[in-house]
Structures are given as structure tokens and as C-alpha cells.
């Protein structure tokens, strides 16, 4: 999606010597095409500087920083949460579309309609969400259609750009709330115009849609897992409005719908498949419409920036995640429904051999197996009416605890189900705390990570451990304190288990009244 876009060189380190920063190969412009007006750092200054890029637990404790990203070898040692800013890749895209005026104040220039204004600091605060802030809502930097292609949709919609830089605010200062006041103004904007643009006969759906996505998830992001109700209404309200736009989307019949409008689907699937928890479900339209059920066939196999491959992964995973807050809620459950869609998860197929997104496609069909065993099947596994287990042999493991003389049926039954469901998560973790730190498909490893997590019994302290350390990481990546809380809540997860207490994360997340939205 960027293949158009022209590309300059970024150093990664702040500091380069001048002779190599400043040289004519590196300032040489395309003379077909208008640079950034982005202001660049001076090359006249050849002192040498003292690196930002230090994280902040080393500078508060004023010891030297490696700064290897997005964890500092120090923060690793000390098992400490590790906050440095964001690295610019080595090599970013460039787009024409900025132009600077007279007055030194840029425009986006995309349509005669677009001409507002932008100032100093939000061109400031533009390129950091182009180039840094963007990076968390995709799984390839190079083909992130939140980054510099954001620019090129949004023309007509500058509430987009409004709600970028109010992510990218808050992104700036790790979601801080003390530091969130040009992150509201910024939304306020973006909540003003986009309800212009809403009441227009004429919009651009596609832009609409995903503007209020972008501004629902920073409600999540910016009130942190603790919500107030207050907070969780405006999340929930741009929730539903999000599922009346694709609504509309899916009105165009599906030659006609563009790539941009299949982007937007696959987002909403994702946005789905992270809130379908957080949100009761007398309060959700139903998923398993024929219009919806079209377009995840549509998506197939094709790669979506956001899900890889695993279009219908999630969307298997949005209505279970639906289903399992309704048992939760009120204990009512449809083992005719739960056999169907044990069925279907293990017989999906990833359509990718890319490792990293293969692993990531197999963590979400674990996620949603191990949402339907614990919150669904472990209460009632001696029932006489649960459905026979499905899972593959080879996923057993032998655990002489579960061995008895002669166990019951039911005894049989239940350690057959806890062996599945403990050898499932330590596949989980074991796989996805593989793939390395600095990976981008490591930034989207919180939902199945947290699911895997909630079920390592107290022998598993290794692998407990590389789940706090992988939190951490995630955290220092997209600085979303849910990152975070999803520590706490593993914590006393494990800390009951251990005493012989046995709870879903989903059901100890709904009695503490907590939202954690990982995605």
C-alpha cells in the first residue's frame, strides 16, 4: 500500500556523525515529487549530544542506558518495566501531499476542500504518528494503512488526523493521565468534525468509520483498564456506531467495495474480537448476519494489515468471546452451539507460512479453544449433557498428578479437560514468547497471551515468567497500560490457583469490574 510513496533515509540513532548525517547522498531530494515540510534537525551542529533515547528508569536512577529496544538490558535485569521512546525505522516512506505556505504553517493538501490549518507543534506531533504512533496498529510497518496512506484517505475527513495526533499525544507520554490535555483537546476536535461529516449526505464511508474506530479505542487507551463508566459509555457508543457504518459498508455490493472498505472490515472483526468481552452482550447487535458472514468469506485468505491472515479466526473469536460473557453472566449455556464452534476452530487452517504470523494465527485459535474449555466447560465437565471433547491427541500430555487407582467417570472427565487446557497454554506461551522482542507481530500478542497465561499452574515458573517479561515488552512497544494490568490480573490469577482456587481470567476480570482492552 506504500509502493507509490517515495522513501528518504531516517538514522535510527539520534546522533550520527556529521559527515555521514549531512552528506549530499543523504539530503538528495526526488525532484519529481514535494518532500515533508516536517522540519529536519540542523547539520551546522557538529558537537556531539548526549542521547535521548535512554529509557526512563535508568535516567531516573542516573546509570548509562544500552538502549536496546523496546527493553534495555538494565530493565531486563531488573525485571523493571522499560519506557524509551519509540526508534524511527531505518528507512521511512515520504509523501507529497504536505505542503508548506508562506506563513511557515502547512496544509494537507489533498482536495481544494481540505485547507485547515496546522500548526508548528501538531506537525510535530503529525510526524510522530506517522512515523512511530502508527506502527502499534499494524503487523508490517511497510504496509500500515494508519501511517503515511492515512494521509492520502483523509482529505475530506480531517477529524482522521485530529484523532491520529490525539493517539499520538497520548502515545508520546506512555497514556500518562497528567499528560493527556493536548490528547483531549486534540479528540475533541476530531468528535466536533466528525459529527459534521456524519450528518453530510454525502461521506466517505470508509474514512468515517475508521475515525470513529480510532476514537474508540483511544477511550480504552487513554481511561487505562480501570474504566469509569463514563468512559466505557463513550467506548461503547463509538462501538456501535463503528457497527452502523460497516453496517452501511456492507449495503455496497462486494465487486464494488474498494480495498480501503475490505481494510476497514477486517478492522472492525479485530475492534470485535477485543471487545466482545468488555461489552455485555444485551448491548451488541448480533454478529452471525449474512452480510457479515459474507464479507469474512470474502476476506479469506488475503492478508489484512491488522489480522494477518486470520480474518475468520477472529471472527470465530468475537463470538465466542459474546458467548462466553453471556455464561459468565448468566450461567446459561448451548453445548449444541459450543461442539459447533469447538468444530470449527480446530478444523481452521492458517493460509500463511510466514513463522511469525503462523505463530500469531495459531495463538488466536488457541484463544479461542481455551475460552471455551475454562469459562464454558471446566464448570460443567462431569455434566451429562457437555459435548465430547474434540481436542487432537498429540496435544496430551501425560501428568502422573492426574493418575489414580480408580478414578470416576467425572474424575476422568475433568483431568482429561485440565491436561488439554494446561498443554494448550504452555504451547501458547512457548511459541509466542519465540518470536523475538523487536518483531511487529509481537505488539498484537496480548490477547491470546493473557488467555494462554491465566492457565500455567505453579510448576510452569519459567514459563509464568517469560509471560510477565513479554507483557513488559509489549508494554515498552505500544505503552498501552493495559499491558500492565494484564500483569496484575495474571498475577492473582496465579496467586489463587496456588492455593487450589481455580478461575477464569474472564470471570475474575468481570467480578473485579475491569476492562482491560489489550488489542
Known amino acids: 500500500m506504500v509502493s507509490r510513496f517515495k522513501v528518504r533515509f531516517a538514522p535510527v540513532a539520534s546522533v550520527e556523525p556529521a559527515s555521514q548525517s549531512c552528506s549530499a547522498e543523504s539530503r538528495q531530494e526526488n525532484p519529481m515529487t514535494t518532500p515533508l515540510s516536517f522540519p529536519q534537525s540542523s547539520c551546522d551542529d557538529t558537537r556531539k549530544h548526549r542521547s535521548r533515547l535512554s529509557c526512563r528508569e535508568c535516567r531516573r536512577r542516573r546509570v548509562k542506558c544500552d538502549e536496546t529496544f523496546p527493553v534495555c538490558l538494565r530493565c531486563q ?17 515520504e509523501t507529497p501531499w504536505l505542503k508548506t ?122 481511561a487505562g483498564p480501570f474504566i469509569d463508566m463514563e468512559c466505557l459509555r463513550q467506548a461503547q457508543a463509538h462501538f456501535v456506531g463503528g457497527r452502523q457504518l460497516i453496517e452501511f459498508i456492507l449495503l455496497i455490493p462486494a465487486e464494488e467495495r474498494t480495498e480501503q472498505m475490505h481494510f476497514a472490515i477486517g478492522a472492525y472483526l479485530y475492534w470485535e474480537m477485543a471487545c466482545c468481552f468488555l461489552i455485555e452482550p444485551d448491548q451488541q447487535q448480533p454478529l452471525n448476519t449474512a452480510q457479515i458472514f459474507s464479507a469474512v468469506q470474502e476476506l479469506g485468505d488475503k492478508y489484512h494489515p491488522i489480522l494477518g491472515y486470520s480474518a475468520e479466526m477472529a471472527y470465530l473469536n468475537a463470538y465466542i468471546g459474546r458467548y462466553c460473557r453471556t455464561v459468565v453472566d448468566t450461567g446459561v449455556r448451548d453445548t449444541v452451539l459450543e461442539a459447533t464452534l469447538e468444530e470449527q476452530l480446530l478444523a481452521w487452517e492458517p493460509s500463511n507460512n510466514t513463522p511469525e504470523l503462523s505463530h500469531l494465527s495459531e495463538a488466536y485459535r488457541s484463544h479461542g479453544l481455551l475460552n471455551l474449555y475454562a469459562v464454558c466447560y471446566r464448570s460443567h465437565a462431569s455434566s451429562q449433557d457437555s459435548p465430547t471433547l474434540g481436542f487432537p491427541t498429540e496435544w496430551l500430555e501425560f501428568d502422573p498428578e492426574f493418575v489414580s487407582l480408580e478414578p470416576t467417570a467425572e474424575e476422568s472427565i475433568e483431568r482429561e479437560l485440565e491436561a488439554q487446557i494446561h498443554s494448550i497454554a504452555l504451547q501458547t506461551v512457548t511459541t509466542l514468547t519465540q518470536v523475538p522482542d523487536s518483531h511487529p507481530c509481537t505488539n498484537l500478542q496480548g490477547i491470546p497471551l493473557l488467555t494462554a497465561g491465566s492457565e500455567l499452574a505453579a510448576e510452569d515458573a519459567v514459563e509464568r515468567d517469560l509471560v510477565r517479561k513479554r507483557f513488559r515488552a509489549i508494554y515498552s512497544l505500544n505503552h498501552l497500560p493495559a499491558n500492565l494490568a494484564a500483569i496484575q490480573l495474571l498475577e492473582e490469577i496465579w496467586s489463587l490457583r496456588d492455593i487450589g482456587i481455580v478461575v477464569s481470567w474472564l470471570s475474575l476480570m468481570v467480578e473485579h469490574n475491569w476492562h482491560i482492552m489489550l488489542g
Not at 522499560?82 to 516512506?93: K, N, V
Not at 486534540?186 to 468534525?193: F, I, K, M, T, V
Open 101 to 222: 505556505r508562506k506563513d511557515n504553517t502547512s496544509i494537507i493538501s489533498l482536495s481544494e476542500a481540505s485547507t485547515e490549518p496546522i500548526s508548528q507543534l501538531d506537525q510535530k506531533l503529525l510526524r510522530y504518528w506517522l512515523e512511530k504512533a502508527s506502527q502499534i496498529m499494524a503487523l508490517d510497518p511497510d504496509n500500515n494503512p494508519f501511517s503515511f496512506p492515512l494521509l492520502e484517505g483523509s482529505g475530506q475527513i480531517p477529524a482522521m488526523i485530529h484523532a491520529a495526533q490525539s493517539i499520538g499525544s497520548a502515545h508520546q507520554a506512555f497514556f500518562d493521565k497528567s499528560k493527556l490535555n493536548k490528547c483531549l483537546e486534540e479528540r475533541a476536535l476530531a468528535l466536533r468534525l466528525i459529527r459534521q461529516e456524519l450528518e453530510q449526505t454525502k461521506k466517505d464511508l470508509t474514512a468515517c468509520f475508521l475515525t470513529v474506530f480510532l476514537l474508540g479505542l483511544s477511550y480504552f487507551w487513554t
Open 77 to 93: 535485569r531488573r525485571g523493571d518495566v522499560c519506557e524509551s521512546q519509540t526508534r524511527s525505522r531505518l528507512w521511512q516512506p
